[in-house]
């Protein structure tokens, strides 16, 4: 049996993309929790250049990024569910997607999160705008009505978007603004929905109210820590 091992954050959601997909995948592994605020050996020996989580070691292989790691775990294990559709064009747009939410949604909710006034004003502003870009322009590649990106079963761009759920609502919470709005974008807010509400993903998806607590914690530190 391959030895597989994931390092990372359980608070993290880019750690919790790769236990979806190795969830998904029926794909066994041993969790190896990090420390938030002291980067371990392991961490520094497998991911030398950028000392970030997580990463998945595989047959003592290190491989990080978690958009990296999606791709490795489909290429790795090819049963189904698949993540990424077999025609080369689909799995291209599919990647330009994800990488367009990662740079465009996810970059700005640091500021949003840890930020104050016109900082965190323009950071809600190009929140916004980028995902309400994203679904006026993926309704033209991917099926209107479908409960997931992929169709009728979660794939890629489902584990990337959706395992931000959490993090969304505590950000929401913590600031007191709307970032994902029912009316504004129907059809993300219904993909992220529908993803947080899958069986395999509840355990994950939902545990916004403790990352609430542990966010509002890590904020207090972090603000005190810039104005002394």
């Avoid at 050996?41 to 950028?50: A, F, S, V």
């Avoid at 997580?54 to 049963?79: A, F, G």
């Avoid at 529908?194 to 904020?219: N, P, S």
Wanted: glycine fraction near 4%; aromatic fraction near 12%.
């Amino acid at each position: 049996m391959a030895d597989v091992k994931l390092h990372g954050l359980w608070a993290s959601f880019f750690s919790q993309r790769i236990q979806l997909a190795l969830n998904m995948k029926g794909v066994s592994y041993e969790w190896v929790e990090e420390d938030f605020e002291k980067k371990s050996e392991k961490l520094l020996q497998y991911n030398p250049i950028y000392m970030k989580l997580p990463i998945l070691v595989h047959d003592r292989k290190p491989i990080p990024e978690s958009l990296i790691i999606l791709e490795y775990i489909e290429e790795t294990w090819k049963s189904p569910p698949l993540l990424l559709p077999e025609d080369p064009y689909e799995r291209s747009r599919i990647r330009f997607w994800a990488n367009f939410f990662d740079q465009k949604v996810v970059m700005p909710m640091s500021p949003i999160y840890v930020g104050c006034g016109e900082v965190r004003e323009k950071a809600i502003a190009e929140f916004v705008e980028n995902v309400t870009t994203m679904e006026k322009e993926i309704v033209k590649e991917f099926p209107v009505g479908k409960p997931f990106f992929n169709g009728e079963r979660p794939g890629y761009l489902d584990v990337v978007v959706g395992s931000t759920s959490s993090w969304i609502k505590v950000v929401e919470r913590i600031v007191g603004v709307k970032l994902v709005d029912q009316e504004r974008t129907p059809l993300v807010y219904s993909w992220l929905t529908a993803f947080a509400e899958l069986d395999i993903t509840k355990d994950t998806c939902q545990r916004w109210r403790g990352f609430f607590v542990r966010a509002v914690e890590a904020r207090e530190k972090l603000m005190a820590s810039t104005t002394n």
